[in-house]
């Protein structure tokens, strides 16, 4: 009699298979996105985003004893400014929102990991992520800004800054500027992999970034391509990334599993603004259930070779790691 191989065996109770699976999650690996605006008394949803909002540094204590609250430990920080102009001088000035919200955290939450982004679309008067010259981002000039900004997070107290403007050569002019401001231990998460994507237009509208002309194709990639994206990892670990990013996370598996098995880097992904959304528009008209869609998704990233999950669902999927419904 010929052998009939039985997979199903190792699924016939919940017990045998929550043992025998290959994807683990952590809520230890998981980062919340922070919007932190300049003014007082702000807890403000973003329209776009359901259950999400932008919050003054003095209320940012709102979202923190939550996050901490649900085990979450780890946020990147965004900073939207009360004023902008064609350099973003907000962005590295020593009492700019990201600046202030990052002494507001060290100070009263001290357990909490900050990871502050480095860019400048939320400070420029025109939305793009550097210098201009005229209509086109200058590359070299703006790498010196971005290097302002990212010595004034770390000395505010960023434990973690994260380029995500996607200018040739940030990373190694970045971290040399760490190094040379005495920050030698400060590690740097590349956003490697940042694909100009319409699935960021939530988010555009939470940090007030949208671009006044144009868009971003000239810097940001084409999602079109997936050997581009290994390059630009490649470029980046040897330029000093301690960790690489991909961006967005969901169309994008198949880049954060290529990543993953080129790499010898940790893996972050961010599932970013519009995957949020989508589940969230879905769910409230019927069409799907959240918290299974939000478990499966997180799961696939995971399972695709990340790491690191950055999402605006980290408190939701800390209780559902805790309720046993993934992990």
């Known amino acids: 009699m010929d052998l009939l191989y039985r997979p199903r065996r190792l699924r016939t109770s919940e017990t045998l298979r929550t043992m025998v699976r290959e994807t683990r999650v952590s ?57 902008k102009d064609s350099c973003g001088s907000q962005a590295y000035d020593e009492n700019g929102i990201v600046q202030r919200a990052v002494r507001y955290i060290r100070e009263f939450y001290p357990a909490v990991y900050i990871i502050t982004d480095v860019c400048m679309c939320e400070y420029t008067s025109h939305g793009h992520c550097g210098i201009l010259e005229g209509e086109y981002v200058d590359n070299d000039q703006t790498l010196e800004y971005l290097n302002r900004i990212a010595v004034s997070h770390v000395k505010a107290g960023a434990h973690m800054v994260a380029p995500s403007d996607m200018m040739d050569g940030r990373i190694h002019t970045m971290r040399r500027a760490l190094d040379e401001a005495g920050f030698v231990n400060v590690p740097i998460m590349a956003y490697s992999a940042k694909y100009a994507s319409a699935f960021y237009g939530p988010f555009r509208e ?17 999602y079109h391509n997936r050997k581009e994206a290994l390059k630009e990892v490649e470029l980046d670990v040897a330029e000093g990334a301690d960790i690489v990013m991909v961006k967005p996370a969901l169309s994008y598996l198949d880049i954060i599993r290529e990543v ?30 959240e ?33 046993g419904k993934i992990g």
């Open 260 to 289: 993953s098995d080129s790499t010898k880097v940790p893996v972050a992904a961010y599932s970013v603004s519009g995957e949020y959304s989508m589940i969230k528009a879905a769910a409230k008209a019927g069409f799907m259930d």
């Open 27 to 83: 809520r230890q690996a998981l980062v919340y996105p922070l919007f932190a605006v300049d003014g007082e008394g702000i807890v403000e949803e973003i329209p776009s985003m359901e259950g999400q909002y932008r919050y003054s540094v003095d209320r940012l204590c709102v979202i923190l004893d939550k996050l901490t609250a649900a085990g979450i430990n780890k946020v990147i920080l965004f900073g939207i400014p009360a004023q």
């Open 206 to 222: 939470a940090a007030g970034s949208a671009p006044a002309f144009g868009d971003r194709k000239s810097y940001q990639m084409d």
């Open 291 to 323: 918290e299974k869609t939000v478990c499966e998704s997180a799961v696939s990233i995971f399972r695709a070779g990340a790491d690191i999950l950055i999402t605006y669902f980290a408190i939701d999927l800390a209780r559902y790691m805790d309720e």
